[in-house]
């Protein structure tokens, strides 16, 4: 009889142990099929992760909810496929960051082309926090590549092979060497082996050379950029249908899990 109710209470405890960190995501998932499969997916795939690992997963499409009392409640902030259009969003969430606030961005969170609808037009953004400036090119289609850890010691990688074949991917190609910034610790970039990346149809689709990083974190920053963020959509017959996805890949997702455990355990 005593045993049972040890375990009872125990197992009453876990229930109500509080979330150690709690996330809000934010997301447009109206432009791209391919970047709308990935916020559906990832809005799937975290609260799984959540409940395995004792954090709090939110989204919201709402970017008004980009405030400062809305934030004062969440230790990181994801943005899946966009960033904050308006100035008073972009100031709280600089505000948020400044104050020591956590952040992740995927894939076209980072995305800025002038002339485009997505112009570079927020510098402290682009420049500074994400370092990389405007979006110069991409592969074609998207496929999976070898990355190679470039720091086997920082909390995002230690736990990662040398190298691992990513998920399917659209890789980004960006303005700035982030090589040169002393303030960015680049964790991941694409392995030699894996060129020639992409398969065109326009040969500029095609990489054969070239340094291309694509995970990483400022150092005065709690924060993080991912590159993937691109599923594979059945364009060339029209049917939209989703070809490939950024998660189940085993090791891709230790390091996005890795990264969220290293940026929620930082308290502002």
């Given at each position: 009889?005593?045993?049972?109710?040890?375990?009872?209470?125990?197992?009453?405890?876990?229930?109500?142990?509080?979330?150690?960190?709690?996330?809000?995501?934010?997301?447009?998932?109206?432009?791209?099929?391919?970047?709308?499969?990935?916020?559906?997916?990832?809005?799937?795939?975290?609260?799984?992760?959540?409940?395995?690992?004792?954090?709090?997963?939110?989204?919201?499409?709402?970017?008004?909810n980009l405030n400062e009392e809305f934030l004062t409640d969440y230790n990181v902030v994801i943005f899946l496929d966009a960033r904050p259009e308006s100035r008073t969003q972009r100031e709280a969430f600089r505000k948020y960051m400044d104050a020591g606030g956590a952040f992740i961005g995927f894939h076209f969170a980072a995305f800025a082309l002038t002339p485009s609808v997505f112009p570079q037009n927020w510098d402290w953004y682009h420049n500074t926090l994400i370092g990389a400036g405007q979006y110069k090119s991409n592969t074609w289609r998207p496929t999976s590549a070898i990355l190679r850890v470039e720091d086997s010691t920082h909390p995002v990688t230690k736990n990662l092979p040398l190298t691992f074949r990513s998920s399917p991917n659209e890789w980004y190609r960006w303005e700035k060497d982030i090589r040169l910034n002393p303030d960015i610790k680049i964790l991941l970039s694409i392995d030699p082996k894996s060129f020639p990346l992409g398969n065109g149809p326009k040969q500029s689709e095609i990489w054969h050379s070239g340094y291309y990083p694509v995970v990483w974190t400022h150092k005065k920053y709690k924060m993080l950029y991912i590159n993937m963020g691109h599923n594979d959509i059945d364009y060339d017959n029209n049917t939209n249908k989703e070809l490939s996805f950024q998660f189940g890949n085993d090791i891709q997702d230790k390091m996005i899990i890795d990264g969220l455990i290293w940026l929620g355990a930082h308290k502002k």
């Open positions: 009889m005593l045993c049972s109710c040890l375990c009872f209470i125990a197992n009453g405890h876990a229930q109500t142990k509080p979330s150690l960190f709690k996330i809000i995501a934010f997301y447009t998932a109206k432009n791209d099929h391919a970047h709308i499969s990935f916020v559906h997916e990832a809005n799937r795939w975290f609260p799984q992760m959540a409940k395995l690992y004792n954090f709090s997963y939110d989204s919201t499409n709402n970017w008004n």
